[in-house]
């Protein structure tokens, strides 16, 4: 960061405008807050405490909730605080803490998508092979590198924003440390930070949903080739859940910027975190990824 920055704090302006309407808003995205941590604390809990879940798609999907949570945890109290407040600052290096880790936690999110992809490709096109393919050492390593990956993407992104001189307003449009707010009140060049920046927001977003459209691509195909219709149902039924998120993730991403682009500078955003609607489901739909391999091959191809 540029210790020579004259600005020391920012102003986040985001709902400033909506008066009593704030306290509405304050109830209603204090409820969402509970439910998304009551939510996803519960789908870890019964995770850790049911041993017939102890599978890969599950560990996965507990890494995910655990990303969710401390991804709302960094946005949701400060807005909160914010729309009771009057002075509505963060210092320049709060401001620049809570974008690296929101990033973080955004990106580790992405890939962690991209990885359950993959393992229902395994467990469903590769069934005999699935074990070694998914032991917990390979679980193990794909968790670890989708969380370094996601914060040293952050670590660039954030650096990009804040090795910038900011001399001139301090007020951003937003009601946290997002991006695109921010690096606008940078005054100097930023096309070249601003264009690393946007390749790299692709890359995130594009790759691992490539890598997922490959995957449903190949199981589609096997489960096609499923002679029997309970076969095929059955064997659907453990890649519904990773679905719905996909496309709640990327269509609510998709969404949030497309309408950020839309209204400029205004004041209202929206933010779109999630109770991961994975759920808990029941034993018939578990069999993929807890029953051996040829108990599994049997059961998909019955």
């Known amino acids: 960061m540029d210790n020579s920055s004259s600005v020391t704090e920012f102003l986040l302006l985001g709902f400033s405008s909506l008066g009593e309407l704030q306290l509405v808003l304050f109830a209603v995205f204090l409820c969402l807050y509970l439910i998304i941590l009551s939510g996803n604390m519960t789908i870890i809990s019964v995770i850790f405490l049911d041993r017939s879940l102890h599978t890969p798609m599950y560990f996965f999907l ?7 949570i401390f991804y709302t945890i960094v946005i949701l109290p400060k807005m909160l605080i914010n729309l009771l407040s009057v002075l509505r600052t963060i210092s320049f290096l709060s401001c620049a803490t809570q974008m690296f880790f929101f990033l973080g936690f955004a990106v580790t999110n992405c890939l962690l998508l991209g ?60 009601y946290f440390c997002d991006i695109s707010p921010v690096i ?68 609510c991403a998709s969404f949030v910027y497309i309408w950020q682009r839309q ?40």
């Open 62 to 68: 507990g890494i995910l909730s655990t990303s969710e």
């Open 115 to 174: 990885v359950m992809g993959y393992d229902r490709y395994a467990a469903i096109c590769q069934p005999l092979h699935y074990p070694i393919l998914m032991s917990w050492r390979v679980c193990g390593l794909l968790a670890e590198t989708c969380i370094v990956s996601g914060f040293l993407i952050s670590l660039v992104g954030t650096s990009l924003v804040f090795i910038l001189p900011f001399c001139g307003s301090n007020k951003v449009n937003h």
């Open 184 to 251: 606008r009140l940078a005054c100097a060049d930023t096309y070249i930070n601003e264009l690393v920046i946007f390749i790299c927001g692709v890359l995130v977003l594009v790759v691992p949903l490539i890598s997922i459209c490959i995957s449903y691509g190949f199981i589609v195909r096997t489960i096609l080739r499923i002679p029997s219709a309970e076969g095929k149902r059955k064997a659907f039924s453990t890649c519904a859940s990773h679905l719905i998120v996909v496309i709640v993730h990327y269509g």
């Open 263 to 302: 209204a400029g500078d205004g004041d209202l955003y929206y933010y779109h975190p999630t109770v991961e609607p994975h759920g808990i489901q029941p034993p018939e739909q578990r069999c993929a990824a807890s029953h051996s391999e040829s108990d599994w091959k049997d059961w998909v191809f019955s």
